[in-house]
């Protein structure tokens, strides 16, 4: 079992940056693929990024690309989101998710790759 906790979530202004946090415990962390999804207000879950086990390779929506950044730090079984940027669209619950088997240098869109969730983060951005 994976535990999924993020923070760092918040209000600001359009144009400004945040950067959430996602601490994972319960599974060795660098084993995991892991992403980061959002939902907007009667909107579907959709993808934001993802990052592989190894290597490090990266994946972004295009919505983001550019203005948003993917890491992780093994060590501190944590993964990052920073955005910056920030946009009224951006708008959403931003949700830490990890993918249980992944294949070790790719990475995932699809929600049902993943197996465990976080109990997501607000993120409101005004214009």
């Known amino acids: 079992q994976v535990q999924l906790v993020e923070s760092g979530g918040g209000s600001v202004q359009a144009g400004d940056s945040l950067r959430l946090s996602c601490a994972a415990s319960?599974?060795?962390?660098?084993?995991?693929?892991m992403g980061w999804f959002r939902q907007a207000p009667g909107k579907e879950r959709e993808f934001v990024a993802a990052?592989?086990?190894?290597?490090?390779?990266?994946d972004y929506a295009g919505s983001v690309n550019g203005r948003f950044t993917i890491s992780k730090d093994n060590a501190k079984n944590t993964l990052y989101l920073q955005m910056n940027t920030l946009k009224p669209e951006d708008t959403a619950v931003y949700y830490c998710?990890?993918?249980?088997?992944?294949?070790?240098?790719?990475?995932?869109?699809?929600?049902?790759?993943?197996?465990?969730w976080g109990q997501g983060t607000q993120v409101t951005v005004s214009s």
């Open positions: 319960g599974r060795t962390f660098s084993s995991l693929g």
């Open positions: 998710a990890a993918d249980n088997v992944p294949p070790p240098f790719s990475t995932s869109r699809y929600l049902r790759d993943y197996d465990y």
């Open positions: 990052i592989s086990r190894i290597g490090g390779r990266t």
